[in-house]
């Protein structure tokens, strides 16, 4: 059984950082691109950043909207990947999904995770 919990989220005043943690169980964690995801209410899920894996690269993607802001890693060893957040803005407020797809394809593209996280929420005050 696959299993994504994401930690870290949390009350953040403009400016601050932040980081989001995602432990993966039941799946080999180093062949999965793993992203994040954020909704805001009343809006879409927006892609924010990807990390390939190992093998494919390491390669990370971002949103133009947190580029320079934010940074994606993973720890293999640890079945983790995180999201260090910084210089918070309050458009940045949504819970924050982390994702597994086994294709590596597409990393903005929702439709290619296979699985899912059950959110945390970052809320930025302004």
């Known amino acids: 059984q696959v299993q994504l919990v994401e930690s870290g989220g949390g009350l953040a005043q403009t400016g601050a950082s932040l980081r989001l943690s995602c432990a993966a169980s039941g799946l080999s964690f180093s062949d999965y691109t793993m992203g994040w995801f954020r909704q805001a209410p009343g809006k879409e899920r927006e892609s924010v950043a990807a990390v390939s894996t190992t093998r494919g690269g390491g390669l990370t993607y971002y949103a133009d909207s947190v580029k320079g802001r934010f940074t994606i890693s993973r720890d293999n060893a640890k079945n983790t990947v995180y999201l260090q957040m910084n210089s918070l803005k309050p458009e940045d407020t949504a819970v924050y999904y982390c994702?597994?797809?086994?294709?590596?394809?597409?990393?903005?593209?929702?439709?290619?995770?296979?699985?899912w996280g059950q959110g945390t929420q970052v809320t930025v005050s302004s």
């Open positions: 994702a597994a797809q086994s294709r590596g394809r597409y990393w903005n593209d929702e439709s290619w995770y296979e699985y």
